[in-house]
Each structure stands twice: as C-alpha cells, then as structure tokens.
C-alpha cells in the first residue's frame, strides 16, 4: 500500500479563495476584516512567521496591522497595547506571536485579548467554548487537521483516534474536535507506556510531540490516517516531522507530507477565523 498524500498547499489554496470571497462580500457591507499581530523582540522563527502571516492577509484581502516591538518592551506595556487593539473597530483578531520574552507572562496576556479577537484559539474563553460545543474559535492547527480529515471524506464516527502529544496549541483541542465528531480518543504523552500498542489500535494517528520517528511503519495499523503536526529537522539539516514518513507510507491509506501538509493549513485557519470574527462583529454569524 502506498498512502494517498492530504496536500495542504492545495487544501489551503482553496480555502483562502473561499476567505477571499467572503472577505470582499464583507467589504461591500463596509466591512474590511482586520488583524493585529504583535511581535515582540527578535526571534528569526518568529519574524518568518509573523512575515507569513501578514502576507496572507493581505493575499486574502484581508486588512492587516503588524506592531513590531524591542524585546525590553514591558509586560504593562504590551498590555496596554493589547487593551487598545480590544477596543479598535477596524481590528477583529488579535495574535500576540509566541514565544514571549521571559519577563512577560504570555498567559496573562493570552487572557487579556478580548476572546471576540481571540483568533489564535488559546484564550481560556476559547477553550471552554471547544470543550463544551459552544461557538468560539478553535486553536489553528488542529483546526487545520480537521480540514484535512474533512478533505479526504473521513468520516470519525465511531473511529478510534490516537493523539500523541497533550499542548494546550495542538494534542488538549485536537482530541476534543475529535470527540466532537464521534470518534473515540485516546491522547498518548511522555508517560504512556505503551504507545506502540495504542497507535496499533488506531484508525488516526495525530502526531504533534515535536521529536523525529515518534511514530514508525511498525507502529500503525494498516490503512490508518495519520496526520504530522512535528517540525523537526533531520541529521542532513532538511525539514521533517514526527513521522517515519518513508515508512508509514507504505502502510498507511492516507498521510500528511512535511513540509507541505499541516503547516499551511495553520495559518489558512488563522485568516477563517479572522474572517469570522468579523462575521460576527458585523451580525452575520453567532
């Protein structure tokens, strides 16, 4: 068996187009989607992905205001600039880009975005709404593999799906979005003991530990979904996930490439989720 490839370039391509759209439809209301993203300091990884960020916004249309601060800026300062993006109109979502510096409490400023602008998912409004089927918005890259699942036609009900990692970003929401579809989950961590037996069990393997090979051909059941939210990089320097991908694809029916599969679609839900912010702001959506 050679796994079919879940392409999130092209996934995410036809998701932006379907922003775009609605993002000119809410323009022609007089409304202009709009995102504040916050960078503070100078981390390289953080500024590709702030870059990133901004510039699908504006690819989608979208309005877009990046607010680039020294990494000496205080906690009480970035609150203040948080407290008045709350109350900017032409501002529906709001993401500060993690990692913080250290003498900043990201928790305390995660809680200060106003969950209504709350479009990275991590407010503790936003959590509570995930858990209980509340509107809200969900964390984006396990909304991306949602999407990714949706595009293949799975259906998760009565599935037994096996999350391999417990964050708040990604394995916490991820296995709720999967309990919301029916399926049956199981979360794995650094103190499962037996992982090889419960990824064995599974008809999904989400993947998302950030350590090379976490999960191999041996380790899953044929014909298996298996989706790599890792990001590593191997011993030639090159990109790679958390997945043996050489070897599960000869066992699994459907796999996730890195780089190319979940990575896209993270910031692909980010513009969904701005995009519905102001959905809401203008009435349009609960």
Request: with cysteine; charged share 20%; hydrophobic share 45%.
């Amino acid at each position: 068996m050679t796994a079919q490839l879940i392409d999130g370039n092209a996934l995410s391509h036809q998701l932006r187009s379907d922003v775009a759209a609605r993002a000119a439809a809410l323009k022609a209301r007089g409304v202009t989607p709009g995102l504040a993203v916050v960078l503070v300091g100078d981390n390289p990884a953080s500024q590709v992905y702030v870059r990133n960020k901004v510039k699908a916004c504006a690819d989608a249309g979208l309005h877009s205001v990046l607010e680039k601060h020294d990494a000496g800026l205080s906690e009480a300062a970035l609150l203040a600039r948080v407290d008045a993006l709350n109350n900017d109109p032409t501002i529906h979502g709001i993401l500060v880009q993690l990692p913080l510096p250290p003498h900043i409490d990201a928790q305390k400023v995660i809680e200060a975005i106003s969950p209504a602008k709350d479009v990275d998912g991590f407010h503790i409004a936003s959590a509570g709404a995930l858990m209980t089927g509340m509107p809200g918005f969900w964390p984006c890259t396990p909304y991306g593999c949602m999407k990714m699942l949706d595009s293949i036609g799975y259906d998760l009900r009565g599935k037994h799906a096996v999350v391999i990692g417990r964050s708040n970003i990604v394995g916490k929401p991820m296995a709720l979005m999967l309990l919301q579809k029916n399926a049956t989950v199981t979360i794995c961590h650094s103190g499962t003991k037996d992982l090889k037996a419960l990824t064995l069990q599974a008809d999904v393997v989400v993947a998302a530990v950030g350590k090379r090979n976490v999960l191999t051909a041996d380790m899953v059941k044929p014909g298996a979904v298996v989706l790599d939210v890792g990001m590593n990089r191997n011993d030639e320097g090159k990109l790679c996930g958390d997945v043996d991908f050489a070897g599960v694809s000869a066992v699994a029916s459907h796999i996730t490439p890195v780089p190319g599969g979940v990575g896209p679609m993270t910031i692909t839900m980010l513009l969904v989720n701005t995009l519905e912010a102001a959905e809401r702001s203008a009435g349009l959506r609960l």
